[in-house]
């Protein structure tokens, strides 16, 4: 049945009606293979781990992981955590280069050729290899294994009404736009619908194919920037 659910926008709790799709077992089972993962991951990242926070130590002034707000499950605010790409300061000149994103849509952003982006942190994004710290995030149950892309609060503030289904789940580590072309997908309404439909028809066997998917994805770069 239908249930309220509270989302954030623009600082302001608003109270939305859905129809949830993941209860009881599913939400116990999604979590158990997050948590199994998630450890799993970590300890055979460990020493790919260790050689990255050299590289990037090494490559450039500046810490090693990067932290950034992002909203999750509900709209709910956390931090997320990824090996530092950029140089410090970074964020700040994002406006500046927005009509250089390669998406016509403000509520997506990529640049190619980013000059914010440091030697090492152009590999580890082709890699894919910044991304490996998010599995902390997995632990503490602010993301999931898979799922929808955790947005900026920035992009948040430009959604309409249906956009905010995507918060229905736990963002993820990868997804249904990930294995779909990651950055081939220009329009935003594209990666909502195919985030709507993996929520909508949830199951394990869903989530083990996006990774089974994920993996030949990432080697073969595509649509990586």
């Known amino acids: 049945g239908v249930e309220p659910a509270i989302v954030w926008r623009q600082g302001q709790p608003l109270m939305t ?3 949830p799709t993941l209860k009881g077992w599913q939400l116990v089972a999604k979590r158990a293979v997050d948590l199994l993962g998630a ?5 055979l990242a460990a020493p790919v781990m260790a050689v990255v926070a050299v590289l990037v130590k090494l490559d450039s002034p ?3 992981l990067f932290r950034q707000q992002r909203l999750g499950w509900g709209g709910a605010r956390f931090r997320i955590c990824k090996f530092r790409t950029m140089v410090c300061g970074a964020e700040g000149r994002r406006n500046d280069l927005l009509s250089r994103s390669i998406y016509p849509d403000a509520r997506l952003f990529k640049v190619p050729d980013d000059p914010r982006v440091t030697r090492i942190g152009r590999w580890l994004r082709r890699t894919s290899l910044d991304e490996i710290p998010q599995l902390l995030n997995v632990l503490r149950g602010e993301m999931s294994l898979v799922g929808p892309r955790p947005p900026l609060p920035c992009e948040v503030e430009l959604y309409k009404a249906h956009h905010y289904g995507r918060f229905d789940v736990k963002p993820g580590l990868t997804g249904p736009w990930q ?3 990651r950055n081939d997908i220009l329009d935003f309404e594209e990666v909502v619908r195919l985030e709507t439909d993996y929520i909508r028809n949830w199951s394990l066997w ?14 073969k770069m595509r649509g990586a920037h």
């Open 39 to 43: 450890t799993i991951g970590l300890i």
């Open 206 to 219: 869903a989530d083990v194919c996006i990774l089974a998917r994920t993996i030949p994805a990432v080697f």
């Open 17 to 19: 009606l859905t129809a």
């Open 62 to 64: 500046g810490p090693v």
């Open 179 to 181: 294995v779909s072309g």
